[in-house]
């Protein structure tokens, strides 16, 4: 019985020496020190090792390229710099062609007015010696007194935050001559306290009257135009109660005056 106890107390010592790493350390000659591990101590420390490497290196991919798509970002928005640099450069000399165009047809306009008050002088001599049966002749040439253009179809309406105005500029010569000029619209806050008068196109006013009549809208017409216009609104409340439209020649003669209720289109 002992010899069999003795058989059992080995075979248990023998199987949890098996169940640990031993590790043997030798220093000098004949010393030698040994270490036992547990092997589940080493399968875990193995898991959390292999798991620790994976990770580093799962974090390491996504910082390189976190790093190189910034790089490109960065890379991009240097480009779009320069660009916008170059749009505004090109911008701010058209703007600067545009300003001197505007002058040349400014200079232009003067000087074929003052060519033609100088052709009427010149004949103005001449002219006096017609007879009156060539005046009477010419009588059914329009007067001063008539209309040379009119206004139809004048409409209104709030669309996207904005306050719209059209309406068909008609030109009333019988003899289908073209007429041109300028217009502006005006639209009038009579219920604002302040009251308030905009303007389309944009534009000073002095006596409730364009300061400069050239920075209308151009027109040329035999027949007919659509005039468009628009202004922003912050609120409903703010839709202007009347409109006026004004229209001069080339020469800033004042063709038409009219003003128009909202809400009450003719």
Avoid: C, W
């Amino acid at each position: 019985m002992q010899d069999q106890g003795k058989r059992t107390r080995r075979a248990r010592k023998a199987s949890r020496l098996s169940s640990h790493l031993t590790v043997m350390f030798v220093k000098g000659q004949g010393r030698v020190r040994s270490v036992n591990i547990s092997a589940r101590i080493l399968l875990i420390a193995s898991l959390f090792f292999l798991l620790y490497i994976v990770g580093s290196l799962i974090v390491i991919n996504d910082y390189f390229d976190k790093r190189r798509n910034t790089a490109v970002l960065l890379n991009r928005i240097s480009q779009l710099n320069v660009q916008v640099e170059d749009s505004t450069k090109a911008l701010e000399k058209s703007r600067k062609q545009l300003a001197l165009l505007e002058k040349s047809i400014e200079d232009m306009e003067t000087q074929a007015e003052d060519q033609a008050e100088m052709a009427g002088t010149g004949t103005e001599n001449r002219d006096a010696t017609v007879s009156k049966e060539t005046a009477s002749s010419g009588s059914d040439k329009l007067s001063p007194q008539e209309p040379v253009v009119g206004i139809a179809d004048m409409a209104f309406r709030d669309e996207e935050g904005k306050f719209i105005v059209t309406f068909k500029l008609l030109n009333l010569f019988k003899d289908e001559r073209a007429v041109s000029g300028y217009v502006h619209t005006l639209a009038l806050e009579k219920n604002a306290d302040p009251p308030r008068i905009r303007t389309f196109p944009s534009v000073g006013l002095q006596d409730g009257v364009p300061v400069n009549y050239k920075r209308g809208q151009l027109f040329l017409i035999k027949r007919f135009r659509t005039i468009h216009a628009e202004y922003p609104l912050e609120a409903k409340t703010e839709s202007p109660s009347s409109i006026v439209v004004l229209v001069y020649d080339r020469s800033g003669t004042l063709l038409l005056r009219k003003e128009f209720e909202v809400g009450h289109n003719p």
